[in-house]
């Protein structure tokens, strides 16, 4: 009979077979064959082991015959079986364990607290985002005038052209009119509650009403009785009947889903009766619930000069920009209107260069001013085919028809068939959407010699410098060193990178030095350069 085994060597026999080898066998060692069943109690000599630095080192039967010989076993190393459950709990309670578990526990949460205070100070030290203003759905996108018959050949034609204005110019709003008939020679004014039958019926009004609307393009009415005439009132101005019948006029198409009421020459009509037809358009509910709004036109090249009452106004206050010598600089008249524009927040002003009848500006300027229409804070207005340079007609003439035929034909890419006009008001109604600075930012003027120059900027978006020489000979507006730090003029980086030019394309973004900027013979620039804390 076997004798039984000491109970300290039992308790490692059972440990042995939860404990993997602490060494595994050299390279090269071949396997060595699966070792036959053994009793789980072998007798004591195959239990004994050596003791090597506190640890028991077990060395298996068949190697303990080799070992004599070999030294260490087969493998030519000791395996070692790791410390016990007990051990374990007993080295972890001495002094030295504990002390180091709890300076990498004050570590830890040191380096937590520390991360976490650096965050807070970085939060606390970073410049806050400027709040969003609010802003009217008529000061986001573009208006469009467009007479029915000159854009479209009727309602419906108009209809079918509302994914050009939406896609192509990011029109928000269509100034539509005149749709009322002619006038008969015994009346005043023509009869605006009544629908040109020539356009079509009420219902495809309506339909035209909703499918804008279905492509978030709002619909305001044209009820200017004399669009086309200067004066546009005259004695009908001061004529009690015609204006009753110009309010009847309003309340009558205010009861469907349109969006506001244009009124031209504004500043013929009294203070009060343009406060209370303003009054009439904004409180009389719409069934789509939409912000309503009446826009007013006038001659006047000065908006300061125009009655109050309008939540929007629309002239030709580009013309003052116009130098009237080569050596003139516009600077002034630029100042003066941008300096009404921050100090007068119950009007805003919309830009145009000439409405359906006439032109405001010279052929010569026509391409700088369409980018300064779309790059000054307000409201962009064009008048139907203004975005392909389409002539006006003489005085009294019909209206030519819109050229849908050049604008759909297919053109081939890169051969710049597209009308000049028609690229820069597309380039630019996409950057003014998609760029705070151009849509919401503030605008400073910037001396630039006989050149203009209006800064864009909002809060820490990207900057836009607008560039403009009026005149028939090459400026370079920044040659002259700017004293720094002048409370008086914002500051301007070194570089700035090309973002519209109405002059020769280069390919590829140019990036140039601002000093160098050479601007040729009515030539505008769109230069953008990124937000810099200092």
């Known amino acids: 009979m076997e004798p039984e085994s000491p109970p ?35 007798p004591p000599e ?30 030519g190393s000791p395996k070692f079986t790791g410390l016990g459950k007990e051990e374990l709990l007993r080295e972890a309670g001495t002094p030295l364990w504990a002390r ?34 609010t802003k009217a759905w008529w000061e986001l996108g573009a208006l469009y005038r467009a007479p029915p018959k000159a ?59 909703q499918a804008a609307k279905d492509k978030g393009v709002k619909v305001i009415l044209d009820l200017t009785p004399n669009p086309a005439g200067n004066p546009v009132w005259g004695d009908a101005a001061k004529d009690s009947e ?16 349109i969006a506001g009421i244009f009124l031209d020459g504004i500043e013929e009509l009294p203070d009060l009766v343009v406060a209370q037809w303003r009054n009439l358009t904004e409180q009389q509910p719409s069934p789509s619930g939409v912000d309503r709004v009446l826009v007013g036109g006038t001659r006047l090249q000065d908006p300061w000069r125009a009655p109050g009452g309008p939540q929007l106004l629309l002239g030709p206050f580009l013309q003052p920009l116009e130098p009237k010598g080569d050596a003139e600089a516009p600077e002034g008249a630029l100042r003066n209107l941008l300096n009404f524009l921050s100090s007068n927040s119950s009007v805003g002003l919309g830009w145009s260069v000439g409405s359906p009848w006439e032109t405001w500006v010279s052929p010569n300027l026509r391409l700088q001013q369409l980018l300064l229409l779309w790059g000054l804070p307000g409201t962009p207005v064009l008048s139907y085919g203004d975005e392909l340079g389409l002539p006006r007609p003489p005085k009294n003439q019909q209206l030519p028809p819109m050229p849908w035929e050049s604008i759909e034909a297919p053109k081939p890419a890169g051969n710049g068939s597209e ?76 570089s700035a990178t090309v973002r519209y030019s109405t002059g020769p394309k280069e390919p590829g973004e140019q990036q ?8 040729g013979p009515y030539q505008g620039i769109l230069l953008g350069f990124p937000y810099s804390p200092q």
């Open 151 to 209: 854009f479209g050949g009727d309602l419906r034609g108009v209809e079918k052209r509302l994914g050009y204005l939406k896609e192509k110019l990011q029109v928000g709003g269509l100034v539509l009119g005149p749709v009322y008939p002619q006038k008969s020679p015994e009346a005043k004014i023509p009869p605006l509650k009544e629908l040109d039958p020539t356009l079509g019926t009420i219902q495809d009004f309506s339909a035209l009403v």
């Open 46 to 75: 195959q239990l004994l082991g050596v003791e090597k630095n506190g640890l028991k080192m077990k060395i298996p039967p068949e190697e303990e015959e080799e070992a004599p010989l070999g030294g260490s076993g087969a493998s």
């Open 419 to 494: 009308p000049p006009e028609l690229e820069l008001c597309a380039a630019l109604a996409s950057l003014r959407a998609h760029e705070r600075s151009l849509l919401l930012g503030e605008a400073w003027a910037v001396a630039a010699g006989s050149a203009m120059a209006v800064l864009r900027r909002w809060d820490q978006s990207e900057r836009f410098l607008l560039v403009l020489n009026p005149h028939g000979a090459p400026l370079k507006p920044f040659s002259v060193k700017r004293e720094p730090g002048d409370p008086q003029e914002p500051p301007l980086p070194a």
């Open 8 to 42: 300290r060597e039992l308790e490692l026999s059972a440990l042995e077979a939860e404990t993997e080898p602490m060494a595994a066998a050299e390279p090269g060692t071949p396997p060595q064959a699966t070792p036959p069943h053994r009793d789980p109690s072998p």
């Open 512 to 519: 140039l030095r601002l000093e160098e900027l050479k601007v």
């Open 100 to 133: 180091a578990r709890l300076v990498l526990l004050v570590l830890f949460w040191g380096g937590w607290i520390g991360m976490l205070g650096a965050a807070a100070a970085i939060v606390a030290q970073a410049p806050r985002c400027q709040p969003l203003p």
């Open 242 to 257: 015609v204006l009753q019948q110009v309010q009847a006029a309003m309340n009558h198409w205010l009861k469907e889903d």
